[in-house]
């Protein structure tokens, strides 16, 4: 079943990624969260897949893989902390993968179920600290599970991104990746195309 729901305003339908830039200054943990995105090029640092219904996310975390309920449309991390593993964050927007690709509505309703399907069977696995290796499946960071879910339904969002000094991490799946490398994406109050 293909879900559809709003987050902040943003139009979201299952396998939709929800982009987040870490940190909220003002709160101790939030600031703990500020210092870690700052390791991570760009500025999403963080991403979840909507899978449906209503506000059910899936995203992996210092917890590992969890599934998460958003409450109401509105994105509010201090809420969702005990859901998430203490994780702090800021929506910046929502990146469409399938949008731009041309996919009959068909093969979209089909990959959506896939990818929702695939983060789903995820949940409960641990964190995958080894961020050179994501190829692995049991064990995810957060872009992997993403990437991961979109390879198995024939839809590769490695873009190669890579730190300049170290060319050896152009296999690492970055948060930005996902968000960049969409054809289609809308940031909170702003369409991006």
Known sequence: MISSYHINGLPLQTGDVLCTTNGKPDILPGEFWLLIGRLVPGEVDHVAVYVGP???CVEAGPCGVVSFLVPGEAWDAEKMVSQRGLIIDRLVGAAYPLEGRDLSKEDQARI???VAAFCLA???KPYNINFLD???EDAFY???LVYCAYLHSGLNLNTGLAIETLP???GIIYPQEIWSGCKHRQAVGTLIV
């Open 112 to 114: 959506r179920q896939e």
């Open 142 to 144: 957060c872009s992997q």
């Open 134 to 136: 994501s190829h692995r």
């Open 122 to 124: 995820q949940v409960g």
């Open 168 to 170: 050896e991490t152009s």
């Open 54 to 56: 209503e506000g059910c």
